[in-house]
T-cell receptor, first 110, second 115 residues
Framework: GQQVMQIPQYQHVQEGEDFTTYCNSS?????IQWYKQRPGGHPVFLIQ?????EVKKQKRLTFQFGEAKKNSSLHITATQTTDVGTYFC??????????FGQGTILTVHP | EAGVTQFPSHSVIEKGQTVTLRCDPI?????LYWYRRVMGKEIKFLLH????????ESGMPNNRFLAERTGGTYSTLKVQPAELEDSGVYFC?????????????FGPGTRLTVT
């Protein structure tokens, strides 16, 4: 079945540093979605990428979808303490089922 | 607009007991999903309802798990009998439609501990 690998598992940064998390799928994805889970919270949808090579930006967050639609990345520029949490990528299908990566736990030191 | 709600928020039961988790999706959302996160591992898909019908139950671990969505509104997930490895956080999500253009909204989850 489809597997989505996400690295790194943990990332500790100083406030103001950049952060990147990467996802790789064993199969070509229909789409990829990114979620953020704050400590003690639940996954909250950030964005969805559908097209090969797509790049989307949300303020300090940049999301990329690979040309082969098998990998994706999330980059945060100049992290802030409000960015702490676990970031998940999830490969989506045309009918809705999501296959999640393991998540990257981001800690930001002030 | 009210979000996805789940009950209970926490449940501690002994091995062999039965537990029923409930999910109320966002009103008007026909699609309802159950996911589970076992400690330290990824969030895994369990099943997907479209209204009252099971669209995909390929992620259900075994026949100790039974999901229902009578009337196409709220859903329940029953674990009977519970085993230690069933411990984890069970998330419910709903979406207005299915597929790649519909965002899934997650509930707060039910933390299940089996002792």
């Amino acid at each position: 079945g489809q597997q989505v690998m996400q690295i790194p598992q943990y990332q500790h940064v100083q406030e103001g540093e950049d952060f990147t998390t990467y996802c790789n799928s064993s199969t070509t994805l229909s789409n990829i979605q990114w979620y953020k889970q704050r400590p003690g919270g639940h996954p909250v949808f950030l964005i969805q990428l559908v097209k090969s090579g797509e790049v989307k930006k949300q303020k300090r967050l940049t999301f990329q979808f690979g040309e082969a639609k098998k990998n994706s990345s999330l980059h945060i520029t100049a992290t802030q303490t409000t960015d702490v949490g676990t970031y998940f990528c999830a490969g989506g299908t045309s009918y809705g089922k999501l296959t999640f990566g393991q998540g990257t736990i981001l800690t930001v030191h002030p | 607009e009210a979000g996805v709600t789940q009950f209970p928020s926490h449940s501690v039961i002994e091995k062999g007991q039965t537990v029923t988790l409930r999910c109320d999706p966002i009103s008007g959302h026909d699609n309802l999903y159950w996911y589970r996160r076992v400690m330290g591992k990824e969030i895994k898909f369990l099943l997907h309802f479209v209204k009252e019908s099971k669209q995909d139950e390929s992620g259900m671990p075994n026949n100790r798990f039974l999901a229902e969505r009578t009337g196409g509104t709220y859903s329940t997930l029953k674990v009977q009998p519970a085993e230690l490895e069933d411990s984890g956080v069970y998330f419910c999500a709903s979406s207005q439609g299915q597929g790649e253009f519909y965002e899934q909204y997650f509930g707060p989850g039910t933390r299940l501990t089996v002792t």
